[in-house]
């Protein structure tokens, strides 16, 4: 099945053009402060879910909510102060992307409510929460995690597709990678699969061209991009290093298939938003977010795009891709 673009615009201009009582009664609405890891044009579609479920709510933006957007274009250092600016608004809940984004958000403000969209393995070892029945604090949200089973999976998928290769390359940054699980799941979930596997580290948007070269030195023959902010926000070259290198590669979400690459098992994290609609108009109606239950996501789609499997000379079964839920052509 193939899904039609969308591209939906973030902040439009009605609101440079609305009269004085207007700009008055928007003062008094309700605020909701979004901070998202990625960047604006990236993020579109995980707003326009957001504001779609507010406003099978009831709540539609500029007419009885408002909301802050504030984005930090894969720079983690940047998380801290805007999470500061969208705190010093006084907003009702914060909408807070990424592991790092949210433990971030906790370092900053214990009293505002925040909901987060996490990968993380165990959020009560990172004192995220007390439990996933009371998360307690100010903070719930949805986890997403990259535990054995599903790096297995990521793993079995991309075997599948393309049998003939024995060395796995894996970029990950750490800090992700141990909050989701992936650090520790996937050399053993690889060499099950008699995979040999190599460990790029990244820290920094700057190292990823380094770690494609050092791929390259040593023969890599497939690659494994784990989930991460930066790897988002540098999704194009990261494509384009790709398929320089001829290398089949599987991502975490979507949005890497839909640019150019070649496969990703993943959440949706559209859905993810959406769903986040639900918990904000609790909190604005008085909810405590420490009452509302962290919720694991368990559905997983695979998207793969037939053309740049065709450029890469990969023969993929008609089987394969009826599994697919989304095949781009």
């Not at 494994?224 to 790709?242: D, L």
């Amino acid at each position: 099945m193939i899904r039609r673009r969308e591209f939906i615009t973030l902040l439009g201009g009605a609101a440079a053009a609305w009269p004085l009582a207007a700009r008055a009664q928007q003062s008094a609405m309700p605020v909701i402060g979004v901070m998202s890891p990625q960047s604006a044009v990236t993020a579109v579609r995980n707003i326009a879910a957001f504001r779609s479920g507010l406003r099978e709510l009831g709540y539609t933006e500029g007419r009885n909510v408002r909301i802050e957007y504030r984005f930090a274009e894969g720079v983690a250092d940047r998380f801290p102060a805007l999470i500061t600016d969208l705190v010093n608004l006084k907003p009702a809940v914060i909408l807070v992307g990424s592991i790092g984004a949210i433990l971030a958000a906790r370092t900053v403000t214990q009293t505002t409510p925040l909901i987060m969209f996490a990968a993380a393995d165990n959020p009560v070892a990172l004192g995220l929460a007390e439990s996933f029945a009371r998360p307690g604090a100010n903070v719930t949200g949805f986890l997403s995690a990259s535990d054995a089973g599903i790096v297995g999976k990521r793993l079995e998928l991309l075997r599948e597709a393309v049998p003939a290769f024995s060395r796995l390359g894996v970029l990950l940054v750490p800090d992700d990678a141990v909050a989701d699980g992936t650090l520790s799941a996937l050399p053993p979930a690889a060499r099950r699969l008699g995979l040999d596997p190599r460990i790029y580290e990244v820290r920094s948007a700057g190292e990823v061209e380094a770690k494609f070269e050092a791929a390259r030195r040593d023969g890599v023959q497939a690659l494994y991009v784990a989930q991460s902010p930066i790897f988002i926000a540098r999704r194009a070259e990261i494509i384009a290093m790709a398929a320089s290198m001829r290398l089949p590669t599987i991502y975490f979400f979507r949005e890497f298939v839909q640019a150019g690459g070649l496969m990703s098992y993943s959440t949706d994290l559209a859905d993810m938003y959406r769903r986040a609609a639900m918990y904000a108009v609790k909190i604005l109606n008085g909810a405590n977010p420490g009452e509302l239950p962290l919720q694991s996501l368990d559905k997983y789609e695979l998207a793969f795009n037939l053309k740049t499997a065709k450029a890469l000379g990969l023969t993929i079964s008609e089987a394969f891709l009826l599994r697919a839920d989304e095949v781009i052509e």
